[in-house]
C-alpha cells in the first residue's frame, strides 16, 4: 500500500532534532533505518504528518568497549553488531541475535535504536536488553536520563520513551557467558520464540542467571522461575539444567495466531531456553 502523505525534514544533530519534535508536536515521527516505521506507514497503522530523518545525525553510531562495559550508539546497525568480534567475545546474546535478525537489507538499515524504541514483541533486542539489563539513555529538552531495561519496556509497542525524547545510546556490562536461541517465523524473520540468557558463573556453578523471552507473550519478558531454579546449579548438571528451563513462560498468557497457538509458543519457550543456557556455557 502507498503510505498518506507526509512532510520530510532531515536533523541536523541532537538539539535540532529535539527542536523538531517539538514544533511539530503530535504530528512528527522519528526515523531512524526505517525498518519499523516504514511498514506501519504503509499499512497505515501510522500517519504522521512529518517525518524527522535522524539517521545522519553524528555521533550515535558505534561500540565502545572499556574491559567492562560496552556502549553502543542507538544508530548503529544490525550489521555492524552482527560483524563486531568484541560483542562476539564480550556480549555473543546480542551479536547472535544481530545475525539472527531479519535478511540483509534489514540489517544494513536498521538501527539498534529504532529496533528497541519500537517495543515489538516478536523483535530480538528487547529480551537480549533484558539479559543484559542494559541501560538506556534518553535525550530530551531539559538533558539525558538513564533508564534500565526492566523499567523501559512497558508493554506492546510500549516503551517509557517520552514523544520528545529520543534514545541516544544503550550501555550495559560484559557478558561472555550468554547466548541467543530462536525460532524464526518462516515468512517475517520475527521471533515466534526467541530466548535469551546471561549467566555468571563461579567455581563450576551458575552464580546467577538472567533470561528473557521475546515472541511469546504481549511484550518481551523476564523468567524470574528460570532465573532462580538456575541459581546454584552445577553448570554439567544436565538433568538439573533441564528441570530449571521447564514451564519457562509461567504465568504469562502466551499469545497465538496463525502460524503457532499460544499452547505452542509456551512449550518451545522450555526447549529454546535450554538452548540459549547451552550456548551460555560454552567456553568462548
Not at 52 to 68: C, E, N, Q, V
Request: glycine fraction near 10%; charged fraction near 20%; proline fraction near 5%.
Amino acid at each position: 500500500m502507498i503510505p498518506v502523505a507526509f512532510n520530510y525534514v532531515r536533523a541536523r544533530d541532537v538539539p535540532d532534532a529535539l527542536r523538531l519534535l517539538e514544533a511539530h508536536g503530535d504530528d512528527g515521527k522519528l526515523l531512524a533505518g526505517g525498518h519499523s516505521l516504514i511498514p506501519m506507514m504503509k499499512l497505515r497503522l501510522a500517519a504522521p504528518g512529518t517525518i524527522i530523518d535522524i539517521g545522519a545525525i553524528p555521533g550515535l553510531t558505534g561500540i565502545a568497549h572499556d574491559g567492562k562495559r560496552i556502549e553502543i550508539g542507538a544508530l548503529t546497525t544490525h550489521a555492524a553488531l552482527a560483524s563486531s568480534r568484541e560483542l562476539e567475545q564480550h556480549a555473543p546474546v546480542l551479536w547472535q541475535a544481530a545475525n539472527e535478525l531479519g535478511d540483509p537489507q534489514v540489517r544494513n538499515r536498521g538501527t539498534v535504536g529504532g529496533a528497541c524504541a519500537h517495543g515489538d514483541p516478536s523483535a530480538d533486542y528487547p529480551a537480549v536488553m533484558l539479559a543484559l539489563d542494559a541501560t538506556f539513555t534518553l535525550t530530551g529538552a531539559d538533558g539525558t536520563r538513564d533508564i534500565g531495561a526492566d523499567a523501559f519496556f512497558l508493554g506492546m509497542f510500549e516503551t517509557a520513551l517520552d514523544p520528545l525524547e529520543i534514545l541516544t545510546s544503550i550501555a550495559f556490562a560484559s557478558a561472555p557467558n550468554s547466548a541467543y536461541a530462536k525460532f524464526h517465523h518462516p515468512a517475517s524473520g520475527y521471533a515466534v520464540v526467541g530466548a535469551a540468557v546471561k549467566l555468571t558463573l563461579a567455581a563450576g556453578r551458575i552464580a546467577a542467571a538472567r533470561v528473557a523471552f521475546t515472541g511469546v507473550g504481549d511484550a518481551a519478558f523476564r523468567a524470574l522461575g528460570v532465573e532462580a531454579a538456575l541459581a546454584g546449579v552445577k553448570t554439567g548438571d544436565s538433568a538439573a539444567l533441564d528441570a530449571a528451563c521447564r514451564d519457562a513462560a509461567a504465568g504469562i498468557e502466551a499469545r497465538g495466531d496463525t502460524f503457532a497457538s499460544g499452547e505452542y509458543r509456551a512449550a518451545m519457550a522450555d526447549v529454546f531456553v535450554r538452548r540459549a543456557v547451552a550456548a551460555a556455557l560454552q567456553p568462548g
